[in-house]
């Protein structure tokens, strides 16, 4: 998959109403189970809190491949740009 073709998946999955009530609802059970976790259950919320960690982290990865095309895309231009120039002086 080419970084173009990276980032327009990330952007339908991150703009995907479905996937974006599924991130939210699985936070909301996370966070509920940790304010309702045992202080003493240091392990638990250790766990919770790694969960929460990953479940934000996959979110940045898609808003990475994201900003990872754009700038692919830009540089695309660029290159583009510079070869057009060439030509000319040529």
């Known amino acids: 998959m080419t970084p173009f073709e990276r980032a327009e998946r990330a ?3 991150l703009a995907d109403e479905l996937l974006r009530e599924a991130f939210a609802d699985i936070r909301g059970r996370l966070i ?3 304010e309702s976790a045992p202080i003493s259950d240091v392990e ?3 766990e ?8 934000k982290r ?3 990865q898609l808003e990475r491949y994201v900003s990872d095309g754009a700038i ?5 231009r660029q290159q583009g740009f510079i070869e057009k120039l ?3 002086l040529s």
């Open 11 to 13: 952007k339908q999955l």
């Open 32 to 34: 509920a189970q940790l």
């Open 44 to 46: 638990l919320q250790h």
């Open 48 to 55: 919770v809190t790694l969960m929460l960690q990953l479940l």
């Open 58 to 60: 996959v979110r940045e």
């Open 72 to 76: 692919e895309q830009h540089r695309a």
């Open 86 to 88: 060439r030509e000319r």
